[in-house]
Nanobody
Framework: QVQLQESGPGLVKPSQTLSLTCTVS??????????WSWIRQPPGKRLEWMGA???????YYSPSLKSRTSISRDTSKNQFTLQLSSVTPEDTAVYYC????????????????WGQGTQVTVSS
């Protein structure tokens, strides 16, 4: 079955760029009509959809994060990557990658696949 695994540093300093990678196994990120998203959950808050990259390579971003967010992919490794620039302590969250025939939603039920999540703390 399709599995997603997030990886990256657990601690990032303020003003730096957060970079996380999602490795997909058991399926291809170029599968038609599938979108691969990054979603985060700050402590005590709701899930927040950040952005996605489509099977075609097109990208989509949350308007509130668009200026700081970049999502790319490496099809040879079946991975997609999140970069979030100029981080502050408010970016501390559990970051998830997810896949499905949708994007833009923060509901787990809307996606076919979820990673286990990775904690990222922004602190000096």
């Amino acid at each position: 079955q399709v599995q997603l695994q997030e990886s990256g540093p657990g601690l990032v300093k303020p003003s730096q760029t957060l970079s996380l990678t999602c490795t997909v196994s058991g399926g291809s990120i170029t599968t038609n009509y599938y979108f691969w998203s990054w979603i985060r959950q700050p402590p005590g808050k709701r899930l927040e959809w950040m952005g996605a990259i489509a099977y075609s390579g097109s990208t989509y971003y949350s308007p509130s994060l668009k200026s700081r967010t970049s999502i790319s992919r490496d099809t040879s490794k079946n991975q997609f990557t999140l970069q979030l620039s100029s981080v502050t302590p408010e970016d501390t969250a559990v970051y998830y990658c997810a896949g499905g025939q949708t994007y833009g939603s923060s509901s787990r039920a809307e996606y076919d696949y979820w990673g286990q999540g990775t904690q990222v703390t922004v602190s000096s």
